[in-house]
């Protein structure tokens, strides 16, 4: 049965083309007879045949017309079959080339029927050719002839298979790509854009239930971490994102690789267990931003349609995983603004402002590691901190307090493993950090992302504003006394 609409344009065109030919037959025995000097029984013989091709028209338009595609495909295939055969039993004594109407039936056939009902085609076809040869116009062809015209309708039913599957693979591998590149345009979380991914690369590499990852862009370095996952026994190690970043690795066509060497490239254990993986770029204007792996026992050879497909449906990925990002970046924003807005719910005690900075940083931010650190009576002190110990922040970020105390600008260190300026000690040792001091208040907010440039230039924005919104806060009446806040500086007491 056609699938896809170029199949479906191609059954259309082998109706008419049996109009044309049942027409021309026609036409040209009408010719035949007005011109003169042609047997009479030739004549009836075309006419006969002319019916024959009708009658295969009839019989599919009528069915299909009345919801019996299937059946109407396959009377117009035995009519065609049948009026070919007409056409070698009455003009074999008259046409030695006769047979060759034979391969139209093959043609129209291999559109709808797989390679082994055209080779069941062609045998009904050298059955009859046999038959006319030997009994019904003997002498006709000689047994050599009638031999090489089966021969050749058995080539042509293979080749025409051959051909006809090919053609069917690269349709649907089209329509397949263009419906999941659809599918992605609708795509509303990284989750949703790894499920088509996966489901479209397990369909095109063959394979069922292997390994898969979705890695992408961890920061404008390049370094791509893994995002999603699936058919793997436990989460991928951290790290990843500097394992691989797709250098060497066309932006438009994917790569094999072996399995064993890209497990460990990836630490990820389960992809040992394949001897291939497929990996797929996902690109946009910029380049690689993320790739797409897929475990596979064996490798298979994409065809040009093949390619487009991945390069398409991996170019609609990233622009996909850009807009999602983006969309989280302006609803993160909204939220923030919304925080620094809204300050009517902030406690007016002084732990009770530490609690609500700490808790706006980590929504704005979205960093897991915050800390509100002031100065009293000459020593750093941790009032409120989320994510990490306040004994970890006074001991482990100690010299980067005290200077960061001192300036009038945040400080911020986007790789803390490549700056030994300050002496970090282990709990801020990989990641980014920032200190953002607190106006008048002698105090600052202290953030720290595990990823390296995990803090964007917006989130430093962000979090200057939430910074002079605390100093306003920390300006305004306590409750129950008219004494300084406690964040005041000495000198102010």
Not at 84 to 90: D, E, Q, R
Not at 112 to 119: D, K, T
Not at 185 to 211: D, H, I
Not at 376 to 386: I, S, Y
Request: charged residues 20%; proline residues 5%; contains cysteine.
């Amino acid at each position: 049965m056609p699938r896809s609409e170029a199949e479906r344009t191609l059954v259309n065109l082998v109706q008419r083309a049996r109009i044309a030919f049942a027409l021309g037959t026609a036409g040209l025995v009408a010719i035949a007879r007005q011109v003169g000097g042609v047997p009479d029984d030739l004549l009836v013989r075309g006419f006969v045949i002319a019916g024959g091709l009708a009658a295969a028209v009839a019989g599919q338009e009528a069915t299909t017309r009345l919801g019996r595609l299937p059946l109407g495909l396959a009377l117009g295939i035995l009519g065609d079959i049948a009026a070919s055969s007409l056409a070698v039993v009455l003009l074999a004594d008259r046409i030695p080339l006769v047979p060759a109407v034979l391969l139209w039936p093959i043609f129209s056939a291999g559109l709808v029927l797989p390679l082994r009902g055209l080779l069941l085609v062609a045998s009904l076809e050298v059955v009859v050719l046999a038959v006319t040869a030997l009994a019904l116009v003997p002498g006709a062809f000689p047994p050599a002839q009638a031999a090489g015209w089966g021969a050749l309708l058995l080539i042509a039913a293979a080749a025409n298979g051959e051909l006809v599957r090919r053609f069917r693979a690269a349709q649907r591998t089209t329509e397949l790509a263009f419906a999941r590149a659809a599918d992605l345009v609708n795509a509303t979380t990284r989750a949703e854009v790894a499920e088509v991914l996966f489901a479209f690369l397990s369909e095109m590499v063959g394979v069922g239930a292997t390994p898969r990852l979705l890695l992408y862009e961890a920061s404008h370095e390049g370094g791509l971490e893994v995002v999603a996952h699936e058919h793997l026994a436990g989460a991928p190690a951290e790290g990843n994102r500097d394992a691989i970043r797709g250098g060497g690795i066309a932006p438009d066509q994917g790569v094999w690789f072996e399995g064993p060497r890209l497990a460990r490239d990836l630490r990820v254990d389960d992809l040992a267990r394949y001897p291939r993986a497929f990996v797929q770029p996902l690109a946009d204007g910029r380049g690689i931003v993320g790739l797409v792996v897929i475990g596979a026992v064996r490798g298979r050879v994409f065809g040009e349609e093949a390619r487009r497909g991945l390069e398409r449906v991996g170019a609609h990925a990233a622009s996909a995983l850009a807009r999602i990002d983006l969309a989280r970046t302006v609803e993160r924003q909204r939220a923030a603004l919304t925080v620094l807005l809204d300050t009517r719910a902030v406690p007016r005690d002084d732990p009770g402002i530490a609690r609500w900075a700490v808790d706006a940083t980590r929504r704005i931010t979205g960093a897991r590691t915050v800390a509100l650190v002031r100065r009293r009576a000459g020593a750093l002190v941790c009032d409120e901190a989320q994510g990490v110990e306040a004994l970890e922040v006074e001991r482990d970020a100690a010299r980067l307090l005290a200077s960061a105390l001192l300036r009038p600008v945040p400080l911020v260190i986007a790789d803390t493993s490549a700056d030994e300026r300050y002496a970090l000690g282990p709990r801020f040792a990989r990641g980014s950090l920032a200190a953002i001091p607190i106006a008048g208040g002698d105090a600052l907010l202290l953030v720290h992302d595990d990823r390296v440039d995990g803090l964007s230039s917006g989130d430093l924005e962000l979090l200057v504003m939430l910074s002079h919104q605390l100093s306003l806060l920390l300006a305004r009446p306590r409750d129950g006394a008219s004494k300084p806040s406690e964040f005041s500086h000495e000198r102010d007491e």
